[in-house]
T-cell receptor, first 113, second 111 residues
Framework: EAQVTQNPRYLITVTGKKLTVTCSQNMNHEYMSWYRQDPGLGLRQIYYSMNVEVTDKGDVPEGYKVSRKEKRNFPLILESPSPNQTSLYFC????????????FGPGTRLTVL | GQSLEQPSEVTAVEGAIVQINCTYQTSGFYGLSWYQQHDGGAPTFLSYNALDGLEETGRFSSFLSRSDSYGYLLLQELQMKDSASYFCAVRDQSNTGKLIFGQGTTLQVKP
């Protein structure tokens, strides 16, 4: 089944404790992206990757890191999480360009205390 | 700056037609997408317009006018399951990887 998977689905952590949210897709998509969703603010792009070893900042990259060492994986790293990073996170992928149909993962609900 | 504007809420009755508007202001433009998101779920793709005009997919249609920086999503024969949030999104031409989403429109379908 074609899908985007994220882990963990739910995470409660404390300020400053490094964490990684994994994202994997099995559709051989070149493009992958991370979004955060907060009430009233819609989806905001954090980072995206056009292909392996090619990443770039979205609108809200501060406090996040990403890597794209393999085509299928695009982990999101929070080196020192803070409470303002409490949010619902989505990973997405698509073939080709960002405007084409994006397939979203199920989401990761992160709470930073 | 770059922004997309959508109504925050729309209410309609089952069987009716509803239109959700989206106006955008971006440094570049390379297509308007629409996504549906049910409460607690992942967004799912509905449509993509790169050129002016109407695109129809079953009960849903999407329209784009690039000269007016405006688009809309039209939902016909509304069903209860259409109650969800709907987001428009614009691909920023100046940076092909960037996708900007509107804040979303919550559609409530009543019996």
């Amino acid at each position: 089944e074609a899908q985007v998977t994220q882990n963990p689905r739910y995470l409660i952590t404390v300020t400053g404790k490094k964490l990684t949210v994994t994202c994997s897709q099995n559709m051989n998509h070149e493009y992958m992206s991370w979004y955060r969703q907060d009430p009233g603010l819609g989806l905001r792009q954090i980072y995206y990757s056009m292909n392996v070893e090619v990443t770039d900042k979205g609108d809200v990259p501060e406090g996040y890191k990403v890597s794209r060492k393999e085509k299928r994986n695009f982990p999101l790293i929070l080196e020192s999480p803070s409470p303002n990073q409490t949010s619902l996170y989505f990973c997405a992928s698509t073939t080709g360009l960002a405007g084409n149909e994006q397939f979203f993962g199920p989401g990761t609900r992160l709470t930073v205390l | 700056g770059q922004s997309l504007e959508q109504p925050s809420e729309v209410t309609a009755v089952e069987g009716a037609i509803v239109q959700i508007n989206c106006t955008y202001q971006t440094s570049g433009f390379y297509g308007l997408s629409w996504y549906q998101q049910h409460d607690g779920g992942a967004p799912t793709f509905l449509s993509y317009n790169a050129l002016d005009g109407l695109e129809e997919t079953g009960r849903f249609s999407s329209f784009l006018s690039r000269s007016d920086s405006y688009g809309y999503l039209l939902l016909q024969e509304l069903q209860m399951k259409d109650s969800a949030s709907y987001f428009c999104a614009v691909r920023d031409q100046s940076n092909t990887g960037k996708l900007i989403f509107g804040q979303g429109t919550t559609l409530q379908v009543k019996p």
